[in-house]
């Protein structure tokens, strides 16, 4: 990594929490999966964050999906053909409380909601 592709830690905060925001108003509305409605699949999330202006590349979508999954905010569908890739996620108790504001992480920054 260069120096002029230095790690914003203040980004990846920001990108995990815009993905709890995402799959809970995705849940709270016409959930795309009524039998399942916190899980989203991969289309559809970097579909979201692409037209939200957000879509990071790969590498740091996963980072951030790891962190979450390590923190048991959400549950991560990984694929297991080798390309480090996921089919769905789908957010946790946990996760909602940290979307909610009931829960804090210091390595998430959270939407404020209105």
Not at 29 to 49: F, K, Q, S, V
Not at 64 to 89: I, T
Request: overall charge neutral; aromatic content about 8%; charged content about 25%.
């Amino acid at each position: 990594m260069s120096v002029f592709q230095k790690r914003d830690p203040k980004r990846a905060r920001m990108l995990r929490g815009l993905i709890l925001y995402v799959i809970h108003v995705a849940a709270e509305g016409d959930a795309l999966n009524p039998d399942d409605p916190y899980c989203i699949g991969h289309y559809e999330l970097t579909r979201t964050l692409e037209e939200l202006r957000s879509l990071p590349a790969d590498a740091e979508l996963h980072n951030a999906l790891r962190y979450l999954e390590g923190k048991q905010y959400v549950q991560v569908g990984w694929k297991m053909d080798g390309s480090g890739s996921f089919e769905w996620v789908r957010l946790l108790p946990a996760g909602i409380d940290v979307n909610d504001g009931t829960t804090t992480d210091p390595g998430v920054l959270v939407r404020v909601r209105r």
